[in-house]
C-alpha cells in the first residue's frame, strides 16, 4: 500500500491482504445495507478502493455502519492497483465513483492537479485537525487545499517471523541489519530459508529500499530523493542497492531464490511463513502482515506470529516508513455530498473503532481507544504510530508520481524486479531509476 498503500497498496496495494480466492464472491463490490431511516436514506455513495480478500470485508463493515448512522447505501467497487488509470477511466466514461481511498499520495496530487477532487468539508478538516498529527494534513494537502483524510495507515517497518523457526533455529531477534542476515543464514542451515520475498508485486520492493535507505542515508536525504531534488544516481542510493542486492543473491536469504520470490505475490509470501506448508522463517512487510497471518491462518499474534522493528542499517537510526490510504471525495460523482458525509464519518475515532478490532488496520486518529485494537501486539504497533508524530516518513514511491512509484510492470516496481532478477549492478540499476524518475517527474 500497499499499498498495500503501497497500505500498497496498496500500497500500498495493501489491497492484496488476503489470499482473494477466498472472497472471490465479494470480490466484485455490492450495495450494503439496507438503508433504514437517517439523514441520507434513499441515497447510494459509491467507494472505490485497492481493497480485496479481508481487507474489502473488513471496510464493509465500516461502510455497514455509516449506513446504519445515515441510511444510505454503499457500493464498493474494486479499483485494482492502478487507481490512477481507474479513476481516470471512470470520469472519461462518465461512471465516476463519489469517494476514493488513494493509497498514494503521488496518485492523491495528480488528482488534484487534475482538478477531480473536492476540497474536505470544514467538519472534516476540523476533526482531522485535533486528532491527526500535522504530517498526515500536510501528506492529503496539495497547493494549499486539504483534500486527502488518512483513514488508514500502515506501520510499514515491521519484520514478521514464526517464533517457532527461531527457536528451532537456536537465535534471537536481530539488533542490527547485518544481524538479521545473519540470523537468516542460521535459520536456513536448521532447514528454513530466511525471507519470503513477494517479488511479483514491485511495491513490497520499494518497501525494501525505502526501509534500508531510511536508515542508512538519512531522514534528509530520504525526503530529498522522495521529491526528486536529489538524483537516483547519487552515491547513497547505490550504496543502497549495493546493501539489498547482499539480501537478494543469496539463496539461503530468499525462499526460492530470486525467480521463485518473483513468482510470488504478498499474499503468497505471509502463507510461505504462516500457513500450513511453511517455506521461509520472516516476511518483511507492513503491520497489515498481522492481520493476515490472524484472518487466514488463525496465528495468535504474540505467540504464532511476531515482529521485530526493521533494524538499524550501517549505525543509522532504526527506520519508521509508514503508507497510508486517504478518503477524497471526486468531483464527477453522482452523489458528492453524501460522499462529503461519509469522509466525515470515516474522519471520526468511531470509523475507525469498526475496523480496528477486526485486525490488520492502523488508524492514525489520536483518538482512537488501544483497548479496541484486538491484540497486544497490534496495540503497541499502533502505540509506536501514534507516537512516532512527525517523525514518521511516508512511504517514498507513494509520494512519487503513479508512473515510476505506482505501476505495475514499469518505473521502480519494474526496475526493482529486474534487480532481484539480477542483483551485480547497483550503479546500473540507479542509472536506470534515474532515467524512469526524469520521466515521470518531469524534472
Given amino acids: 500500500?500497499?499499498?498495500?498503500?503501497?497500505?500498497?497498496?496498496?500500497?500500498?496495494?495493501?489491497?492484496?491482504?488476503?489470499?482473494?480466492?477466498?472472497?472471490?464472491?465479494?470480490?466484485?463490490?455490492?450495495?450494503?445495507?439496507?438503508?433504514?431511516?437517517?439523514?441520507?436514506?434513499?441515497?447510494?455513495?459509491?467507494?472505490?478502493?485497492?481493497?480485496?480478500?479481508?481487507?474489502?470485508?473488513?471496510?464493509?463493515?465500516?461502510?455497514?455502519?455509516?449506513?446504519?448512522?445515515?441510511?444510505?447505501?454503499?457500493?464498493?467497487?474494486?479499483?485494482?492497483?492502478?487507481?490512477?488509470?481507474?479513476?481516470?477511466?471512470?470520469?472519461?466514461?462518465?461512471?465516476?465513483?463519489?469517494?476514493?481511498?488513494?493509497?498514494?499520495?503521488?496518485?492523491?496530487?495528480q488528482f488534484a492537479k487534475e482538478g477531480w477532487l473536492q476540497p474536505l468539508s470544514g467538519e472534516a478538516a476540523e476533526t482531522a485537525d485535533s486528532t491527526l498529527a500535522p504530517v498526515w494534513k500536510e501528506y492529503g494537502t496539495v497547493g494549499?487545499?486539504?483534500?486527502?483524510?488518512?483513514?488508514?495507515?500502515?506501520?510499514?517497518?515491521?519484520?514478521?517471523?514464526?517464533?517457532?523457526?527461531?527457536?528451532?533455529?537456536?537465535?534471537?531477534?536481530?539488533?542490527?541489519?547485518?544481524?538479521?542476515?545473519?540470523?537468516?543464514?542460521?535459520?536456513?542451515?536448521?532447514?528454513?530459508?530466511?525471507?519470503?520475498?513477494?517479488?511479483?508485486?514491485?511495491?513490497?520492493?520499494?518497501?525494501?529500499?525505502?526501509?534500508?535507505?531510511?536508515?542508512?542515508?538519512?531522514?534528509?536525504?530520504?525526503?530529498?530523493?522522495?521529491?526528486?531534488?536529489?538524483?537516483?544516481?547519487?552515491?547513497?542510493?547505490?550504496?543502497?542497492?549495493?546493501?539489498?542486492?547482499?539480501?537478494?543473491?543469496?539463496?539461503?536469504?530468499?525462499?526460492?531464490?530470486?525467480?521463485?520470490?518473483?513468482?510470488?505475490?504478498?499474499?503468497?509470501?505471509?502463507?510461505?511463513?504462516?500457513?500450513p506448508e511453511p517455506k521461509a522463517g520472516m516476511v518483511y512487510e507492513g503491520d497489515f502482515v498481522g492481520g493476515v497471518a490472524k484472518g487466514q491462518f488463525g496465528k495468535k499474534l504474540g505467540q504464532d506470529a511476531t515482529f521485530f522493528p526493521f533494524p538499524s542499517v550501517d549505525g543509522g537510526k532504526m527506520p519508521v516508513v509508514s503508507g497510508g490510504d486517504a478518503a477524497v471525495v471526486l468531483k464527477g460523482g453522482k452523489n458528492g455530498q453524501a460522499g462529503m458525509k461519509l469522509v466525515e464519518f470515516l474522519a471520526s475515532a468511531e470509523a475507525a473503532e469498526v475496523w480496528a478490532g477486526a485486525g490488520g488496520f492502523l488508524s492514525p486518529n489520536n483518538e482512537v481507544d488501544f483497548a479496541k485494537y484486538g491484540d497486544d501486539t497490534t496495540r503497541s504497533t499502533a502505540n509506536s504510530l501514534i507516537a512516532a508524530g512527525n517523525s514518521i516518513r511516508f512511504d517514498m514511491s507513494d509520494q512519487a508520481p503513479a508512473a515510476f512509484g505506482g505501476t505495475k510492470g514499469a518505473g521502480e516496481w519494474k526496475v526493482l524486479q529486474d534487480f532481484l532478477r539480477d542483483p551485480s549492478d547497483p550503479q546500473g540499476t540507479a542509472a536506470k531509476l534515474e532515467a524512469e524518475a526524469a520521466k515521470a517527474y518531469g524534472n
Wanted: charged share 20%.
Fill in 1 to 109: 500500500m500497499r499499498r498495500p498503500s503501497k497500505t500498497t497498496r496498496r500500497t500500498t496495494a495493501t489491497g492484496a491482504a488476503a489470499l482473494a480466492l477466498a472472497f472471490g464472491a465479494t470480490a466484485c463490490g455490492g450495495a450494503t445495507g439496507p438503508a433504514g431511516g437517517g439523514e441520507l436514506s434513499g441515497q447510494t455513495v459509491t467507494v472505490a478502493g485497492v481493497w480485496t480478500g479481508s481487507e474489502q470485508e473488513n471496510f464493509k463493515k465500516v461502510l455497514d455502519a455509516f449506513t446504519a448512522k445515515t441510511g444510505a447505501k454503499t457500493v464498493f467497487v474494486p479499483s485494482g492497483d492502478n487507481v490512477s488509470t481507474f479513476v481516470g477511466s471512470k470520469i472519461e466514461g462518465g461512471n465516476a465513483p463519489d469517494v476514493v481511498m488513494v493509497p498514494q499520495v503521488g496518485v492523491l496530487q
Fill in 144 to 275: 494549499g487545499t486539504y483534500y486527502g483524510l488518512y483513514f488508514k495507515a500502515a506501520h510499514k517497518s515491521t519484520v514478521w517471523y514464526a517464533p517457532e523457526a527461531f527457536t528451532q533455529a537456536g537465535v534471537s531477534v536481530p539488533k542490527s541489519y547485518a544481524d538479521m542476515l545473519k540470523t537468516g543464514r542460521t535459520l536456513a542451515d536448521s532447514g528454513r530459508p530466511a525471507f519470503a520475498i513477494a517479488g511479483e508485486d514491485g511495491w513490497t520492493l520499494t518497501d525494501w529500499f525505502e526501509n534500508v535507505y531510511l536508515s542508512q542515508a538519512g531522514p534528509e536525504k530520504y525526503d530529498q530523493l522522495a521529491q526528486h531534488k536529489l538524483k537516483w544516481t547519487d552515491d547513497s542510493v547505490v550504496r543502497a542497492l549495493t546493501t539489498l542486492g547482499e539480501l537478494f543473491k543469496d539463496k539461503q536469504l530468499v525462499a526460492g531464490g530470486a525467480q521463485a520470490a518473483l513468482g510470488t505475490d504478498f499474499p503468497t509470501s505471509v502463507a510461505q511463513v504462516f500457513g
